[in-house]
Nanobody, 126 residues
Framework: QVQLVESGGGLVQAGGSLRLSCAAAGPSFSRYSLGWFRQAPGKDREFVGGIHRSGGTIYANSVKDRATISRDNAKKTVFLQMNSLKPEDTAAYYC????????????????????WGQGTQVTVSS
């Protein structure tokens, strides 16, 4: 089992950048694929991007070219770098983890992930 704690959220002006972190506690972090999701008030939680245990990444079209996900297995941490932020990026951001075999793709749906953090709020002002 793994526990996830997000940090790095805050208030930022449109066009600015944020780097979110998600620290994990528990064994076998390197076996997990990790995803970032976000949820705006009144909306469903949506996939932002993910990183495979092998290091490959995938991004939602809404953030492609503005987001970069990376991981540091030694520190058991995954990062989401968001640039050129827009007001529509305002949401609570969550990281999630799933124990993944090497040949499996990065999970992209909420139901595929086993473990979730509590979220960190990102607010982008116009």
């Amino acid at each position: 089992q793994v526990q996830l704690v997000e940090s790095g959220g805050g208030l930022v002006q449109a066009g600015g950048s944020l780097r979110l972190s998600c620290a994990a506690a528990g064994p076998s972090f390197s076996r997990y694929s990790l995803g970032w999701f976000r949820q705006a008030p009144g909306k469903d939680r949506e996939f932002v991007g993910g990183i495979h245990r092998s290091g490959g990444t995938i991004y939602a079209n809404s953030v492609k070219d503005r987001a970069t996900i990376s991981r540091d297995n030694a520190k058991k941490t995954v990062f989401l770098q968001m640039n050129s932020l827009k007001p529509e990026d305002t949401a609570a951001y969550y990281c999630a983890a799933k124990d993944t075999i090497l040949t499996a793709p990065i999970p992209t749906t909420r139901k595929e992930y086993n473990y979730w953090g509590q979220g960190t709020q990102v607010t982008v002002s116009s």
